[in-house]
């Protein structure tokens, strides 16, 4: 069993690509500590250890960093090798899940709920209907792919 300081995630509230790094980490039973980085004034250990795009979630683990969630969530897949597993052992069905990870990432970003808060009126109507309809992509391609039940959110009958 990992001590808990070994396993540090630099994240920020609210952040879904930091909240999945914490279910990640929660489903596996992997101890962890965390700490909240303040995005209008990043902490030097987030630069230390994510230089490149000085963004969260950082993972630090033994002392060493990874950054960037996807590969987060790659890496903790890896690390920790026993069930539940992330991805898939098929390498078909692993391709799928990428693909919608990937779709989400890109056609999902949190800048179209912004859209819609700080839009109004007609505007306001389109982009929620543009946003219903890439989630409703999403929600029916992964339903499709991977045969499962209904998920929580039904944006369109
Ligand atoms: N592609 C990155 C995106 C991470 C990201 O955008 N993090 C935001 C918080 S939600 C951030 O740190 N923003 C600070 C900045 O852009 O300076 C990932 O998947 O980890």
């Not at 033994?62 to 969630?69: L, T, V, W």
């Not at 590969?71 to 991805?87: A, C, G």
Request: aromatic share 10%; with cysteine; proline share 6%.
């Amino acid at each position: 069993m990992e001590k808990r300081t070994d396993v540090l995630l630099l994240g920020t509230f609210g952040s879904g690509f930091c909240i999945r790094i914490e279910l990640a980490l929660k489903l596996k039973g992997i101890p962890y500590k965390y700490d909240e980085e303040n995005l209008t004034n990043k902490s030097e250990l987030l630069l230390h250890h994510n230089p490149v795009h000085k963004k969260v979630p950082a993972l630090v683990h033994n002392g060493r960093a990874i950054a960037e969630s996807l590969v987060i969530l790659e890496y903790i897949d890896e690390q920790w090798d026993h069930t539940p597993k992330l991805l898939p052992e098929d390498p078909y069905k692993r391709a799928k899940l990428r693909f919608w990870i990937s779709y989400f990432d890109q056609k999902v970003p949190m800048s179209s709920i912004y859209n819609i808060i700080l839009s109004k009126g007609k505007e306001q109507e389109e982009a929620i209907e543009g946003f219903c309809e890439l989630v409703w992509v999403f929600e029916e391609g992964v339903k499709r792919d991977f045969q499962a039940g209904s998920l929580p959110l039904t944006v369109r009958p």
